[in-house]
């Protein structure tokens, strides 16, 4: 399996980075996916059981792909704050000056 792998990386858009490089962009991911070898490595040695190793991975799993989409998320806020303040005639930094109209005034 390790081969067919490696085939495929082989076969990769030149100048695309590796994933080692990409992971290097992405810490906490970087750390759950080295937490996940050292559950199928049973870096510990307190997993004897195939059901302990499942639920762990499960758990972590479920963790890694929540904080892979709150990343997501508040990249694309971001992004989508950035072309906003990009648009012409969109200036969200001014304070307002008009408090309104007074209750006792008739309003123009």
Do not use: C
Not at 21 to 26: A, F, I, S
Not at 87 to 102: A, F, I, L, Y
């Amino acid at each position: 399996m390790a081969e067919r792998f490696s085939e495929i990386e082989n076969r990769s858009v030149p100048g695309k980075p590796t994933l080692e490089e990409r992971l290097k962009e992405y810490p906490e991911l970087r750390a759950k996916i080295e937490t996940m070898l050292g559950i199928i490595e049973n870096a510990g040695g307190d997993i004897e059981k195939a059901a302990e190793a499942e639920r762990r991975i499960i758990e972590e799993l479920r963790q890694m792909g929540n904080e892979v989409l709150h990343g997501w998320a508040r990249g694309q806020q971001a992004k989508k704050e950035q072309e906003y303040n990009a648009k012409p005639g969109v200036n969200r930094k001014e304070k307002k000056t008009s408090t309104g109209t007074r209750d006792w005034e008739k309003s123009k």
